[in-house]
């Protein structure tokens, strides 16, 4: 069960990070362009449908879990116990119906409206923060815990989105500005770097009492550092990449798998982090 849970966590995850981020870096990197925005509008439409079906399996596994049999997990009455007698089933109701209503407005012709559908994004991004160790923590500090994982989560989603709607762009650079591209997205990357790193310190701070967990090779704080590995060759590529950047034209292919390295590790600083949720932290104080 262990496994599946981890699984789960990881797609879902995954799918909604890259949905934010690819809503909000669409309109900055696709400027005046329209032949890639039908095959990115068909891409989110099943990363939207990807996440309604991995977050009711999500749902399902959580209320098996507490209830210690499979078969709780098609209960009516546990599944409804779960939902309203649980701080996971209320935050999850609210973020199974923001993702429920996105994928229905990605159905209708309302589906244009970029502020409605990256507001639903958002609200559904949002709804990620409590569930996990950001739920450890009871007060006022347990809500500036969730709100620093918010932005955290947002940085994250932005960035990996992002990553892949650049992909797109570089499989077919023809009639793409690919250094202005790249200028405009680099831009926005520094502030989203400086975001997760501080955001991500936070966290480990407040929920391991120290700047570093121990120990270092173990456990928890072994899933962290394979983690901070990851992004640091991210921000290694994309600091080659931004280094670069005048002879960006010249080198495309190179440029292109670059990138897609790049958009590789975020996804895998992703599954370290769905295998880090289900880890507690070492609690100091």
Not at 268 to 277: K, R
Request: charged fraction near 10%; charge should be positive.
């Amino acid at each position: 069960m262990t496994s599946a849970m981890v699984l789960c966590r990881f797609v879902h995850f995954t799918v909604v990070l890259m949905l934010f981020g690819a809503w909000v870096f669409g309109p900055l990197l696709l400027t005046r362009d329209t032949a890639l925005g039908k095959p990115l509008a068909r891409v989110t439409r099943w990363l939207a449908a990807l996440a309604l079906v991995t977050g009711v399996f999500w749902l399902l596994l959580i209320t098996a879990s507490m209830a210690g049999a499979w078969d709780a997990a098609f209960d009516p009455s546990t599944l409804r116990l779960v939902l309203s007698n649980t701080f996971f089933g209320q935050v999850w109701r609210w973020h199974l119906l923001f993702n429920a209503l996105l994928v229905a407005l990605l159905l209708t012709p309302w589906r244009s409206s970029h502020s409605l559908r990256i507001g639903l994004a958002s609200l559904l991004l949002a709804t990620l923060a409590p569930v996990g160790h950001g739920a450890m923590l009871d007060g006022l500090q347990g809500q500036w815990l969730i709100f620093n994982q918010i932005i955290h989560l947002t940085c994250v989603g932005a960035w990996l989105g992002g990553l892949m709607v650049l992909v797109m762009i570089l499989r077919q650079p023809a009639g793409h500005a690919v250094r202005a591209i790249l200028q405009r997205f680099s831009g926005v990357g520094y502030a989203l770097v400086a975001g997760l790193l501080v955001t991500g310190l936070i966290n480990v701070r407040v929920l391991t009492g120290q700047f570093w967990p121990t120990p270092l090779l173990s456990g928890f704080a072994l899933i962290l550092l394979i983690k901070v590995v990851l992004v640091a060759m991210m921000l290694g590529l994309a600091l080659f990449n931004r280094l670069r950047i005048k002879e960006c034209e010249q080198r495309l292919a190179t440029l292109k798998t670059s990138v897609i390295v790049e958009w590789l590790l975020g996804i895998g600083a992703v599954a370290a982090v769905s295998l880090l949720g289900t880890l507690p932290p070492v609690i100091m104080n």
